[in-house]
Nanobody, 122 residues
Framework: QLQASGGGTVQTGGTLRLSCAASGRTVTNNAKGWFRQAPGKEREFVAAIGWNGGGTTYSDSVKGQFIISRGYAANTMYLQMNNLKPEDTAVYYC?????????????????WGGGTLVTVSS
């Protein structure tokens, strides 16, 4: 029901735009978020966006660097990643929450898509 795409390899300072396509009524109407998992590290929260007019929230590590948005179609979500750094290298996952609340805890999300790999070379 969720599919992330748009990953790739870029140099430091480059940009990428990730997309997440959702299907299914219950997934479309809920908040969604992006998480990432770097090699050898735990999965961490990146950003989230509420649905039905809800707000956005970011981790401190990407605030001012990444922008989360929803598409014109309610079932799409994007993550614009600017000024990428080697420490942003990770597999990025999109997830749908149980409600319209956009929080940072992974426990709020019950549906996860396959990840897309982002590699930032120095």
């Amino acid at each position: 029901q969720l599919q992330a795409s748009g990953g790739g390899t870029v140099q430091t300072g480059g940009t990428l735009r990730l997309s997440c396509a959702a299907s299914g009524r219950t997934v479309t109407n809920n908040a969604k978020g992006w998480f990432r998992q770097a090699p050898g590290k735990e999965r961490e929260f990146v950003a989230a966006i509420g649905w039905n007019g809800g707000g956005t929230t970011y981790s401190d590590s990407v605030k001012g660097q990444f922008i989360i948005s929803r598409g014109y179609a309610a079932n799409t979500m994007y993550l614009q990643m600017n000024n990428l750094k080697p420490e942003d290298t990770a597999v990025y996952y999109c997830a749908a929450a149980r409600s319209s609340f956009a929080g940072s805890s992974a426990s709020l999300y019950n549906k996860w898509g396959g990840g897309t790999l982002v590699t930032v070379s120095s």
